[in-house]
């Protein structure tokens, strides 16, 4: 990237609360030895507290240092299913966010972004954490982002791949963003939700889209993501989750939230990723108090990919 930013790159060019655990059965296949080391099986946990209950997968001793893990849109728990285990002296949950992977479906017919950070707070009381850090890939980055700016006393470190807060939008955009809203879940209640044949073809799909992410990490993610129905392939995500937003904060709003973070901040960007507004990245960066900026090879979900290790190298000493 270019500009003011300048990134550091790789040399390789409680109340009413439980949690109940077991077992994932589901591994990583072997290969490279970092491979076999990531191919550890989570936890399979149950998160509730208060009206929500959230899947999680949990990596790591009991006693290690917290670390609340949260995905990507349409992505599930298994997005840290190679970085978790390499995060040595940490106690990793990734959630499965409501609508996504095996967590329920939320009643409403809208996901507001900002109700992810209740949502993800929720949790932390579930777990009993009252301080904890957190690492967040794409849109968990945003909703990290927010929960440490509303909650800067719960947070002790802050980790971000590809991405620092959420998309925001100018005020005079939200009237038609609504209605578009509105108009978008009309329409989807009579659309036919995409099954496959098999699940090979579900994750050929999935290895398609936009994000540019390897078969070996979509058959990671497919494997919490998807479910047979009539022997169909189907997602499990909820079909609302691709409506667009009923409302998005503002730039001015998304500053504020990111000028109230106090935890230290390691931003992690991917050289093949995502491409940023360069002039709205440096303006919320120059927001951070304290921030370590890393470039490394790979594409969006490089966290899943063969950078894992280097991606952890960093977050783990960023933790550490």
């Not at 719960?154 to 998309?167: H, S, T």
């Not at 108009?183 to 009579?190: G, N, Q, S, V």
Request: hydrophobic share 45%.
């Amino acid at each position: 990237m270019t500009g003011a930013i300048r990134w550091a790159s790789n040399l390789k060019g409680s109340h009413g609360a439980r949690v109940t655990e077991k077992m994932s059965g589901h591994g990583m296949a072997a290969g490279r030895p970092e491979a076999r080391e990531a191919s550890l099986s989570p936890e399979e946990l149950t998160i509730s507290h208060g009206a929500r209950t959230f899947a999680a997968q949990g990596w790591g001793p009991k006693d290690g240092i917290r670390v609340l893990a949260l995905h990507g849109w349409l992505d599930n728990a298994a997005s840290f299913a190679r970085l978790a285990p390499l995060l040595s002296g940490c106690r990793v949950v990734a959630l499965d966010l409501p609508g996504h992977g095996l967590s329920p479906h939320k009643a409403c017919d809208f996901y507001n972004f900002a109700d992810y950070v209740p949502d993800s707070v929720a949790a932390t009381e579930g777990l009993g954490w009252r301080r904890f850090s957190l690492l967040g890939h794409s849109m968990g980055a945003g909703i990290s982002t927010l929960l440490a700016g509303a909650f800067p006393e719960r947070v002790e470190r802050l980790a971000l791949i590809e991405g620092i807060g959420p998309l925001s939008s100018e005020p005079g955009a939200s009237p038609a963003a609504l209605r578009l809203a509105w108009e978008k879940l009309t329409a989807l209640k009579d659309k036919k939700p995409p099954s496959y044949a098999s699940f090979e073809d579900a994750v050929a799909a999935r290895a398609a889209g936009g994000a540019g992410i390897s078969r070996e990490a979509a058959t990671m993610l497919c494997r919490r993501g998807l479910e047979q129905r009539a022997e169909r392939w189907c997602w499990r995500n909820d079909a609302r989750l691709t409506l667009p937003s009923l409302i998005r904060l503002t730039e001015d709003q998304v500053l504020a939230f990111i000028a109230a973070i106090e935890a230290p901040t390691l931003l992690i960007r991917a050289r093949d990723g995502l491409r940023f507004d360069m002039r709205k990245m440096e303006q919320r960066v120059a927001q951070l108090r304290g921030v370590t900026l890393r470039e490394i090879d790979g594409g969006h979900h490089l966290h899943l990919e063969s950078a894992a290790r280097e991606v952890a190298d960093a977050v783990r000493a960023h933790f550490n």
